[in-house]
């Protein structure tokens, strides 16, 4: 049972994670159209409780200071990434503040999604395994794709150069820990029909 202390619930949590270039986002976007679901992206959620008037901005403003923030008032994500990452230390403070209110407006969104009725509820993070989301989770599912198509898909839709996609694929959990921690994998290698025949065939099995 996940740490939200559901007893007997329909609400199914998955979470959603993989690796760069896997094809997350793309999954995601069938998992919302093609079933009943509430789904959360933590990448957006966290620059939404940043955002002007949310719970991490007055905090984060305080820890690395008027500098990293637009013309409008909110933050330059360019700025503030540029920042946390020359310096480790102040990265983990950061996410001292805005990892603990994430997973609140999690527990809190599950909470609505539970009382609507929905089926499934699903969580997409690209440190899911890191951050210990399988204490919220029912199951995780791993979005799995060759190297070599994370790398054309990153070249093509983001124009990263060969150097940075390896520097970012090596910063990243190998496949193993990936392929350990999760209880589904989904190989988006090939054509994304193929990718939706198994999802269907997994949600299915879900229901």
């Known amino acids: 049972m996940s740490e939200t202390g559901r007893r007997g619930l329909i609400l199914k949590i998955i979470g959603i994670t993989g690796g760069v270039g896997s094809g997350k986002s793309e999954v995601m976007k069938y998992l919302e159209r093609s079933c009943d679901c509430a789904l959360i992206r933590s990448d957006e959620l966290g620059h939404i409780l940043m955002q002007k008037g949310n719970v991490c901005y007055g905090p984060v403003l305080s820890l ?64 899911l395994i890191e951050e210990k989301f399988n204490e919220i989770c029912d199951e995780l599912w791993y979005v799995y794709a060759d190297i070599e198509v994370r790398s054309r898909r990153l070249r093509e ?51």
């Open 64 to 127: 690395l200071g008027p500098e990293v923030l637009g013309s409008d008032g909110e933050f330059d994500r360019k700025a503030v990434a540029a920042k946390v990452f020359a310096d480790p230390a102040l990265l983990e403070k950061l996410n001292q503040i805005t990892h603990p209110a994430i997973r609140q407006s999690i527990r809190e969104s599950i909470q609505r999604a539970d009382q609507a009725g929905r089926q499934f509820f699903f969580l997409e993070a690209a440190l």
């Open 157 to 207: 839709s983001r124009g990263y150069s060969d150097e940075k996609i390896r520097q970012i694929m090596a910063s990243q959990l190998p496949e193993s820990a990936f392929r350990n921690a999760c209880q589904f994998v989904i190989d988006n290698s090939g054509s994304f029909q193929d990718t939706i025949r198994q999802i269907d065939d997994r949600i299915q099995s879900e229901i």
